[in-house]
């Protein structure tokens, strides 16, 4: 008994100790678990940054060669955009590997390259290829990109190599740390419960972590670029596979193949992808399921009639196969396109080449003068002359008797000094600064006769390539054609006269015998249909107005005698009884071999109405001015000067005479004196609003920091006696009318003192922020694209928001003059300031709130 007790608790200390080891193991799978998930994620995250920046190579290389191909010399919006790109990635790449130095080494490596790869394609994007042997040098420029290109391919490939044979080998450790011995497994197994007990806190937390961990991988795989798909095998009787079951595929298929991953899981490859087994994919995933080894290809796919190309790498792991596909059909297209480009500019390179000897035989042979010059500068490089470098024979035919040879480095200035003086230097020093081609005609004379030349002048180099030729006789021809004709010109130019104005018609009226021929649309003029009646001069007087018959029969003898008139406007009436003002304008020509008065004639009935109700405004506008002017004459002398007797006598009185009146006469004359003096605010308040005009000479730069400052000096001894705080922003610099800006913020800032709050201390606030008119959202004309808001609040007694319009307008008031003093002007005089500078005034206030006064002037 005491001996199977004993074999007991043995055995209980054994299975203990096996329970152990099957948490330990657990806990360890688990961790290898954890472990391979991140380390997967890490690769898929460093094989993404590997593709990405050696596509932003290829595209550099790519945008360069299509610069070139299509004389984009210099063009490097796009080629900077790469560049930055590809310093980004770079860092993103050196802060992943920071932990491999073998990596760390490539890329080092790659940063070197990269250097020079830069300057290379700078180079290449940069070199001008105007000549024949400059053309031939892109040949060198882009086989040392092309080198570079080669050799960045080479460091990618082998990035990518280490990384997955880093994948692979963690995928071993895992395979191997995972193995144990079937029948210990199955014992152990039998003890799960005793083990759930010992070890369940710490499985419960891996557990959690394994499932963070999980969602992040999904995250990734959900977000990469790259489809991601897992599959396991299916095989037949005899353990051969014969397809292969999709577990696992991230939602980037459904762009390709439009169809919904839940659809696809859990379904036969052959039934989603059936063209794997015909491509040679399939053979593929058997050979890593079975080898062990990761395999590596590129597939050509035709989806939705949508041409793609992907790079796919597949690794073991676990029961079955993971599969990585890269979409490169960006990167192969661009690699098709510049192997053409490089095929296409070597070919023309070539051809330049072939055809050097033929090109200068054509110099020699062509009939037109092909002369290059080589600019001469002074010390500030400024072009003062050329050096003549070539000249073909044709020059001793047309211009010079010289032989070309002769005239080789010889100057410009000395041979053909006549360019300095009819501005075809002028044009030559323009085609070079402005490196473009110019055409001109100029002539000489040669022998009494007048030689007249075309010219194109083409830049090359420091020079220019100077074409002409001999267009003498196509200037006679021209000439001779000008004057044929001359009719047809006339015609023309009726013709578009008649486009560029609204309802006009035409006319030709044969002068021999009065006959006429209308357009449509003078027809309609009148108010009849296209060719209702025959038209003559005589039959068209029977619709001109009585009182204008002898102003259209005066026109009528003129234009016979001289084939045009001095008279142009009449009256007609037309078929509805409607009286119409016709403009007519006429020229003699030859037509059919007879004298005729060809012309246009234009309805201006609207013009001549709004030109008689203009009239009618402006003599409004002159009455109202002199009115303006008596008022003005009135205020000023004949208001004032009374006012200002009554005042004298009033100061007498109080100075003398009142202490005599009873206190109800004192009353009396305070009350005089307050309405003399009210009297006399009010008419030079009338008076500053009559004279706010605006003359453009008037306006000038003014800084309203300086016109503030003014302000508020002269309204010293009110500040201080209100105690208001005033607080002002930074003011901008306006043009404007000085005195009238000094006006507005006078009234402004004195109007918050003068209703100031008694409750607290009264304080304004000046403020300015400049708004595009898109910003404003108040309601006004907005002639200027920016303004700026001026803002004046106070804290004072404020009023009602209904009132805001009211106040502007003239002698209104919102409080008893008992109350508060004023004349009921001072508002409408900022109003008339801010109109008359084109600007908008605006007042936003609550009773016992405060006041806010808006000014927008523009910018």
């Known amino acids: ?89 770079f860092s993103k790449l050196s802060f992943l590997i920071k932990d491999k130095p073998e990596q760390q080494k490539r890329l080092n490596e790659l940063a070197t390259i990269q250097f020079k790869f830069y300057e290379a394609i700078d180079e290449f994007n940069a070199y001008k290829t105007d000549t024949k042997k400059e053309k031939v040098n892109d040949s060198a420029l882009l086989q040392n990109v092309s080198v570079l290109m080669a050799k960045i391919e080479g460091i990618k490939k082998n990035m990518l190599s280490h990384e997955e044979l880093y994948l692979q080998e963690q995928r071993d450790q895992l395979t191997t740390s995972r193995r144990l011995n079937p029948i210990t497994t199955l014992f152990l197994g039998m003890s799960a419960i005793l083990i759930f007990i010992i070890s369940f806190w710490q499985i419960n937390k891996q557990r959690k972590k394994n499932d963070t961990t999980t969602a992040f991988l999904k995250s990734v795989l959900k977000n990469t670029e790259n489809i991601v798909s897992f599959y396991t095998p299916v095989k037949n009787s005899s353990e051969k596979i014969i397809d292969f079951k999709i577990v696992y595929i991230n939602h980037n298929i459904e762009n390709i193949l439009g169809t919904k991953v839940k659809e696809m899981k859990g379904k036969l490859l052959s039934n989603i992808l059936p063209m794997q087994f015909k491509n040679g994919v399939f053979e593929h995933l058997v050979t890593c399921y079975e080898t062990g080894k990761m395999q590596k290809f590129k597939r050509n796919y035709e989806f939705n009639k949508t041409d793609y190309r992907f790079k796919s790498s597949v690794v073991k792991l676990n029961d079955g196969v993971l599969v990585t596909a890269a979409d490169i059909t960006d990167e192969h297209i661009i690699k098709k ?61 047309s211009i010079k ?148 018959l002898k102003l259209y029969d005066q026109l009528g003898k003129e234009t016979v005698e001289n084939g045009t008139s001095t008279i142009h406007t009449y009256r007609v009436i037309t078929k509805s009884g409607a009286f119409k003002h016709i403009y007519i304008n006429g020229q003699k020509v030859v037509k059919d071999g007879r004298d005729a008065s060809v012309g246009v004639v234009q309805d201006i009935t609207d013009s001549v109405k709004t030109e008689e109700k203009l009239k009618a405004k402006n003599e409004e506008l002159k009455r109202s001015n002199a009115e303006l002017e008596s008022f003005n004459r009135v205020a000023s002398h004949d208001l004032q000067e ?127 922020k400049k708004l595009t008119r898109t910003e404003i959202t108040d309601t006004f004309n907005k002639r200027r694209k920016n303004y700026y808001r001026l803002t004046i609040k106070d804290n004072g007694i404020g ?57 927008y002037l523009p910018a």
Request: contains cysteine; charged residues 25%; hydrophobic residues 40%.
């Open 799 to 855: 009023f009602d928001q209904e009132n805001a319009k009211k106040i502007f307008g003239l002698f209104e008031r919102l409080h008893q003059k008992e109350q508060y003093s004023g004349t009921g002007i001072g508002l409408a005089i900022c109003k008339k300031i801010i109109v008359n500078h084109r600007g908008h005034i605006i007042a936003k206030s609550k009773p016992g709130e405060g006041s806010t006064f808006s000014v």
């Open 401 to 548: 008797n010289n032989i070309p040879s002769e005239l080789k480095y010889k100057k410009a200035s000395e041979i053909y000094p006549d360019i300095f003086k009819n501005g075809v230097f002028e044009k030559m020093v323009n085609c070079i600064e402005k490196e473009q081609q110019i055409e001109y005609e100029t002539h000489i004379e040669k022998n009494g006769k007048t030689i007249w030349l075309n010219a194109t002048a083409i830049k090359l180099n420091d020079g220019v390539t100077v074409t002409s030729r001999d267009i003498t006789l196509e200037k006679i021809r021209a000439e001779k054609l000008n004057i044929l004709n001359a009719e047809l010109e006339i015609q023309n130019s009726i013709f578009k006269d008649a486009e560029e104005v609204a309802d006009i018609g035409s006319y030709v009226w044969y002068l021999d015998s009065g006959t006429a021929v209308i357009s449509d649309n003078f027809y309609r003029i009148l108010g009849y249909e296209p060719k209702e009646f025959e038209v003559t001069f005589d039959s068209y007087r029977s619709f001109i107005h009585p009182d204008d």
């Open 337 to 397: 396109n510049l192997t053409a480009a490089k095929d296409k500019l070597e070919s023309q390179n070539l051809l330049l080449l072939d055809n050097r000897a033929f090109l200068s035989n054509v110099f020699k042979s062509t009939s037109n003068i092909v002369t290059h010059f080589k600019s001469i500068r002074d010390a500030s490089n400024k072009i003062i002359d050329f050096e003549i470098l070539f000249i073909n024979d044709s020059q001793n035919e």
């Open 642 to 768: 009374p006012m200002r007797k009554i005042q004298m006598f009033i100061s007498r009185l109080s100075e003398g005479e009142i202490e005599k009146l009873s206190d109800r006469g004192k009353m009396y004359f305070n009350k005089i004196d307050s309405s003399a003096n009210r009297m006399q605010t009010l008419i030079k308040y009338l008076l500053a609003y009559s004279r706010i005009n605006r003359t453009k000479k008037d306006f000038v730069k003014i800084s309203l920091n300086d016109t503030i400052e003014k302000v508020l000096g002269d309204l010293e001894e009110l500040i201080e006696e209100s105690g208001v705080d005033i607080t002002i922003d930074n003011l901008p610099t306006i043009k404007a009318i000085p005195f009238q800006m000094e006006q507005l913020f006078n009234n402004l800032v004195n109007n918050a003192i003068k209703y100031r709050s008694t409750t607290e201390t009264p304080k304004i606030t000046i403020e300015c």
């Open 1 to 89: 008994m005491v001996k199977s007790y004993k074999i007991f608790i043995i055995l209980l200390i054994i299975a203990i100790a096996l329970l152990a080891f099957l948490g330990s193991n657990s806990y360890k799978q688990i961790r290898e678990q954890e472990k391979t998930a991140e380390l997967v994620v890490y690769t898929l995250r460093v094989e993404s940054e590997i593709n990405t920046l050696f596509s932003e190579y290829a595209l550099m290389q790519s945008q360069v060669l299509k610069n070139k191909l299509f004389n984009k010399v210099n063009h490097t919006i796009l080629l900077k955009k790469y560049k930055d790109s590809a310093r980004e990635t």
